[in-house]
């Protein structure tokens, strides 16, 4: 099993430039995340997903647009990129939402510039 | 408002010793807490969680121990190896179903062992 896959694992952008990371789950688990991962600060989450169709924000939305097609698939959008946005991107996926344990990608290195 | 506080931010502790991370919660509503280990460029893992129906959970060198009315969880790893070097995260969440999706997590432990 892959669990949760996510591309590509580092990137660099320039101030203003756009990309999508790309996460995908073949544990077929209702519940997906994003969170960023700053130092000394924890995971923080961007936006979740219960379901194909279905998202809503989390604590920093700001700057960031998902969607959610199938099951599988939750990519995560950066839309005119700033220097705030450097940080380690987590993708994870739940079976039972935050009652039980998350299964987290690899991570996404992005650094704006 | 954090939600989850966890203390202490980085330890180091010698091969051999015990290692102990707290963590404290606000909301009262919360009843699963797990913690997850993070290796430098990876993800998070999951390494083992409590339900509050109990006060204590242990796995191998790892124990969650929790106390409901102070509402603090900690986790106790015994017999440290230099292999547990790592970021620990303590995290907490209403349980299954209904509205709740969302884990709340600590700010993270890196913890060292010497060897």
């Known amino acids: 099993n892959a669990g949760v896959t996510q591309t590509p694992k580092f990137r660099i952008l320039k101030i203003g430039q756009s990309m999508t990371l790309q996460c995908t789950q073949d544990?077929?688990?209702?519940?997906m995340y994003w969170y960023r991962q700053d130092p000394g600060m924890g995971l923080k989450l961007i936006y979740y997903?219960?379901?194909?169709?279905?998202?809503d924000k989390g604590e920093v939305p700001n700057g960031y647009n998902v969607s959610r097609s199938t099951t599988e698939d939750f990519p995560l959008r950066l839309e005119l990129a700033a220097p705030s946005q450097t940080s380690v991107y987590f993708c994870?996926?739940?079976?039972?939402?935050?009652?039980?344990?998350?299964?987290f990608g690899s991570g996404t290195r992005l650094t704006v510039v | 408002q954090q939600q989850v506080k966890q203390s202490p931010q980085s330890l180091i502790v010698q091969k051999g010793g015990i290692s102990i991370i707290n963590c404290a919660y606000e909301?009262?509503?919360?009843?699963?807490f797990p913690w997850y280990q993070q290796f430098p460029g990876k993800g998070p893992a999951l390494l083992i969680a409590i339900r509050p129906d109990v006060s204590e959970k242990k796995e191998g060198r790892f124990t969650i121990s929790f106390n409901k009315s102070a509402k603090q969880f900690s986790l106790h790893i015994m017999d440290s190896q230099p292999g547990d070097s790592a970021t620990y995260f303590c995290a907490a969440s209403r349980g299954s179903g209904g509205s709740n999706y969302k884990l709340t997590f600590g700010k993270g432990t890196l913890l060292t062992v010497n060897p």
């Open positions: 994870a996926s739940s079976y039972l939402g935050g009652g039980t344990g998350y299964t």
């Open positions: 909301n009262t509503a919360f009843d699963y």
């Open positions: 997903s219960v379901g194909a169709g279905i998202t």
């Open positions: 544990m077929n688990h209702n519940y």
